[in-house]
């Protein structure tokens, strides 16, 4: 449920703008997993062609909260993605160098 008389800190208020900009990375499957948050905690939103829609400054804590944990988790996996991809890159070169030096 959302809280009308909900008033914001300004701190709170820049963490929940650096949300929504973390927000336009997701993928699909991430943006559904959203949604199921805000069905969840009973968050209300809106779906039109253009996508879903939610007043993230009226979220209650504990939504906002379970949302940010799920951003972190995805963000902490796009990093470990990478540091994986750029690891077995560095093997394939070097597999390729010691190929060329064996042949």
Known sequence: MSNPGNILSPEEYERRREFLECLKSLTKAEYIEIV?????YEVT???NAN???FNV?????????ALTKFLQFTQSN?????E?????????SE???SEKIGS
């Open 36 to 40: 199921r948050i805000l069905q969840k």
């Open 45 to 47: 939103y809106s779906e």
């Open 51 to 53: 996508g879903i829609f």
């Open 57 to 65: 400054g009226m979220c209650e804590q504990p939504a906002f909260d």
């Open 78 to 82: 796009r990093r470990d993605l990478e």
């Open 84 to 92: 994986r991809e750029l690891i077995m890159n560095n093997l394939a």
């Open 95 to 97: 597999i390729k160098r």
